[in-house]
């Protein structure tokens, strides 16, 4: 299968390599920024450009990784090309509805995996969730294909239901470690590592991979340890917006303490 | 050593149970509530009760683990005593300062094992770190020696890290807890399992195992994708609870994102 990627962001990056690595042809990288086309390119050794009437027209399937902002346009751009694309076009975005296609192309579908993806760190897709939708049947199934080739967990699911994975990710994964950073920092200024903190993070985790996060809710809030709560309060008077969250949270867990 | 443990707690549980394990010998359990006590001295072999006035007064450490909101009362009903506690008394709390002890014995201390711990998960004490503090040096050595036989990981801090550091906790592991059981609901509503964001979730908290958070902040709003952003908070509508805590950090991620 011939792949062109559009895209050289995060997931651009990690997928382009695991398929390329898993043998399929990746024949080019198109991205806006040609310096960051180039890069991907040379990790997988292969074509690059930032024109997009440059594209290879014969790919079998075109996989557009770009932030969700900027597909519209592209897909616009796409098909105002003198010669229009032939392959199947994806998205590989969360939150873009499966219908963004439908005016623009006949063959089309969405190949989302769902983990978060830097750069820096290779990830290994063998355990990653991918969601896939497509135009029809035998798009359903070449995506499905693909997606078995590079994840042992491959589900369908509706525009909706990715949008509410997505948006679940966003809490327990982009949330999450921007708590993880709020507690850095907070460490930092005390002068105490954040190697300290380290543990409890992975533990936190490794802790809702076998029970229901509700479970094994601990801490002061959902204990309705009052006077901890109102002297945390007190300790981060001089950090506005960390108390915001702070307080945010605490209500409702409290919220949920009274409940029950 | 002769050790009595005031509380039958997540803290107690746990680390009456790895004490008893090493070797030492917990000779009492006491807890406001007899069963409570019962459960944990059946667990490591031991006597128990729910009468202070009952309690064993030849012991070389007394580790009061309860509520924080309780531990000034159970102090001052200890030093009410006929006869009063000759070894020394420590306390396993993150945000209760040394100084609680200062009028009441001559002999104390803190001994803070910083992980979340809940009774149905047993935890490795070798790699949590153990924040300790005591009134004078010989007592000092006597925890620093007693932490060092379960961990290998022992810290002297004062009673304001301390504090920062269960604050940074109550972030990185309490309020993290609570956003992936968000998740969780917000996958079931959606007729999705937990199971597809557990390697996420894995993956989020590995990630900064080797990495600062801020250098591997991920998502719609550190990207500025205003369009992602308006679209989740539009499907969260009914859900005002968790649109708040969307608003809060997306808003606040947005304004880190612009400083850079």
Redesign the interface.
Known sequence: MDIVILGSG?VATQLGKTLADTGYNISQIWSRKLANAKVLAELIDTDYTDRLDALNRKADLYIISV???AISDLLRQLTCLDNPLEGMVVHTSG?TPIEIFQKAFDNYGVFYP?????K??L?EFG???ILVEASDKPQLDLLKNLAASISDDV?L?SS??R??????????????????????Q??E????D?D????????????????????????????K????LS??MK??EDKR??Q???K??SD??IALATKK
Do not use: M
């Open positions: 995060n932030v969700d902002d939150s769902f983990q978060t993806f830097s820096s760190k990830v355990k990653i969730p589900r699911a909706a239901q949008k509410s994975l997505h948006i679940a990710g966003v809490f327990a994964c982009n949330y999450t470690n921007y708590l993880y950073s709020i507690a850095q907070l460490l200024e005390n002068n105490l954040f300290l903190i380290r543990p409890l993070i992975k533990e936190t985790a490794d802790k809702v991979q076998l029970h229901a996060p509700k479970d094994v809710q601990t801490g002061p809030a959902i204990r340890d009052l006077s901890i002297d945390h300790f981060l917006k960390w915001e969250i702070y945010l949270l409702q867990l």
